[in-house]
């Protein structure tokens, strides 16, 4: 696929703010099957998929790649709930082989396409997921990494559980994602201290945290655990909370394998 303009000279404008979830604009439904295109596919391969994901029959009277093919995927892309964009989109990308150059170069189009959009979703190699504002996948694609490089693998993981939890739709598990990034940073802190008995709540002092992140560290455990932990009728958290929760585990990961290990 070749570079653009604005690719090779390093321009870019201001990303839009989140203002969709749950929709697929008329940019995006075109976008897909045009992606797909400029990664080396043909209309009769795309329209394969869109069938494929559908239920629906190829149209037999519909042959030649362009004009006839081309407008059958169209049509199907436009008048399909707007849920079935996204999983055509996932299945356009397993067509191409994920790692592969064609699926990146598919997977970088359409996150692009997300990003100028103003669409809170994002594909990676595992599918569509959750997309928070910059700082919050600045935040969490850093802690996965941090922590895999480190070694702390199930840490990793727990990360990668939460931003599967916030991505559920149509109700995202808020207390899941809170679970699994709480579990990342108690997981980090044992690893760090090499203590594995104690929870985060008594492992916090030992961290030897500047202050006031130690009591800020802590308060986060205990909003963990009010919130998620030990659920109570009454307290319900948003989408908004639950990103912020997770973005500040995450930061305190990456702050934790960073450093010197601290003494016990």
């Known amino acids: 696929m070749p570079t653009r303009f604005s690719q090779r000279h390093g321009y870019r404008g201001a990303e839009p703010e989140i203002t969709i979830r749950e929709d697929a604009p008329e940019s995006l439904r075109f976008a897909v099957a045009q992606i797909g295109i400029d990664a080396g596919m ?3 391969d795309i329209r394969s998929v869109v069938c494929k994901v559908l239920f629906v029959a190829p149209d037999p009277n519909n042959w030649s790649e362009y004009p006839n093919i081309w407008d059958e995927v169209q049509y199907r892309l436009r008048e399909c709930e707007w849920f079935k964009v996204y999983d055509i989109a996932e299945a356009l990308h ?39 504002d910059q700082a919050f996948e600045a935040t969490t694609h850093e802690a996965v990494d941090v922590l895999t490089a480190s070694g702390r693998s199930k840490a990793a993981g727990e990360i990668r559980e939460a931003l599967r939890d916030i991505s559920r739709r149509p109700i995202p598990d808020i207390t899941g994602a809170i679970q699994h990034a709480g579990a990342a940073l108690e997981c980090t802190a044992r690893d760090v201290l090499d203590d594995q008995s104690p929870t985060l709540g008594q492992l916090v002092k030992r961290l030897d945290l500047p202050k006031p992140l130690d009591a800020a560290v802590e308060k986060l455990w205990g909003f963990a655990s009010d919130n998620a932990r030990h659920v109570s009728e009454g307290k319900e958290i948003d989408d908004a909370q639950a990103e912020l929760f997770v973005s500040v585990a995450c930061a305190v990961c990456i702050f934790l394998s960073k450093r010197t290990r601290p003494q016990s």
């Open 42 to 44: 043909h209309p009769s």
């Open 94 to 132: 397993r067509t191409l082989h994920p790692g592969t150059d064609r699926a990146e170069a598919f997977r970088a189009e359409l996150n692009r396409c997300f990003r100028e959009n103003g669409i809170g979703w994002e594909l990676t190699i595992e599918g569509i997921v959750y997309r928070g």
